[in-house]
């Protein structure tokens, strides 16, 4: 697939996946949507990436909605709207259950529909000068029902009512307190938190080990106390099986260094 509306690409195992359009504050669209969609499907089969790094060109991560989209969507009947919304839902289901980690990097606003873009991420490294959070639907009308079943899983749903309540925006600091953010950097070292923790998951983390984590939480949430032990008891004996593990315990018994 040709991509207009981001940049695709995978180096030293790495895959980025960044957001290219600064002119819309990187603002999402239908085609956005679909690109990015394409992307994180691409990269999950990728065996050339091992993490994955999500991104944006220019000044905002993701200003939620475009101006020109939603115009377009106002005039959509039930079933048009159906269809786009699930197409939404079924961007930030990839990106959530991606057997691979990932990684989001926060350099400026990322709000509503981008919001929920770093809500799904597995790590969130924002800028402490610039990256905002926060889900404003509210304020025009509308409600972010897709978004918030990830946010609910991520912060709570107090913290959920809050931010969804009260439309507004928060720091990148008052993010990391309440679970949205991972690490708050000074901008300057935005691209070096990065690095650090995509190493550290490229070097010292078995992949198919990260990949089962991955399964195991999207999954457990929701069952009964008997039903998420019998289900983990059953992952923790097919991890045992796994050549990944069987290797990573042999080093380990041998004091040997291992890497992925």
Not at 26 to 53: M, R, Y
Not at 249 to 257: D, G, N
């Amino acid at each position: 697939m040709q991509f207009s509306r981001i940049i695709y690409q995978t180096d030293s195992r790495r895959g980025l996946i960044r957001l290219n359009r600064p002119e819309k504050r990187n603002a999402l669209d239908e085609v956005t949507i679909q690109e990015l969609s394409a992307a994180f499907t691409a990269v999950g089969k990728d065996p050339q990436a091992k993490v994955v790094i999500l991104a944006a060109n220019g000044p905002a991560f993701c200003a939620g909605a475009d101006l020109d989209y939603l115009s377009r969507v106002s005039q959509y009947d039930l079933e048009e709207n159906r269809a786009d919304s699930h197409q939404l839902a079924q961007l930030f289901r990839l990106v959530y259950e991606l057997r691979k980690p990932v990684i989001g990097v926060v350099n400026g606003p990322a709000l509503a529909g981008g919001c929920g873009l770093v809500t799904v991420c597995d790590f969130v490294i924002a800028s402490r000068e610039k990256a905002r959070f926060g889900y404003p639907e509210v304020r025009i009308g509308f409600i972010p029902a897709v978004v918030s079943i990830f946010l609910i899983k991520k912060v709570g749903e107090g913290k959920a009512r809050e931010l969804i309540l009260r439309g507004n925006s928060i720091t990148a600091q008052e993010a990391k307190e309440i679970g949205l953010v991972s690490v708050v950097v000074p901008e300057s070292e935005l691209q070096t938190a990065v690095d650090e923790i995509t190493e550290e998951l490229i070097r010292h983390n078995s992949l198919h080990a990260m990949g089962l984590c991955k399964e195991m939480l999207s999954k457990l949430h929701g069952l009964n106390l008997i039903d998420s032990l019998d289900f983990a008891a059953n992952m923790n004996a097919a991890a045992r099986m796994t050549q990944d593990c069987k290797q990573g315990v042999s080093a380990f018994l041998k004091k040997e260094k291992i890497e992925w």
